[in-house]
């Protein structure tokens, strides 16, 4: 299976990484009263929110 150079899953797998990676660092923030953690986190899922909506944007361009 070949897949074309600009396709999005690329971008949709980093941003679902990302937003794991940040729900996981606000919840442990929220856990242990880390705010600095906590916030960290929401930045690591808003950034994979963008990914995932920029590899969306490029399969849409692509088909």
């Not at 971008?11 to 990484?17: P, V």
């Not at 963008?50 to 490029?58: D, L, N, R």
């Amino acid at each position: 299976m070949t897949e074309h150079k600009d396709s999005g899953l690329g971008d949709k797998i980093k941003g679902t990484i990302s937003k794991i990676k940040g729900e996981a660092k606000d919840q442990y923030g929220n856990a242990t009263d880390n705010a600095s953690l906590q916030a960290e986190g929401k930045i690591d899922k808003a950034k994979g929110e963008v990914q995932q909506k920029v590899g969306e944007a490029k399969d849409r361009h692509n088909h």
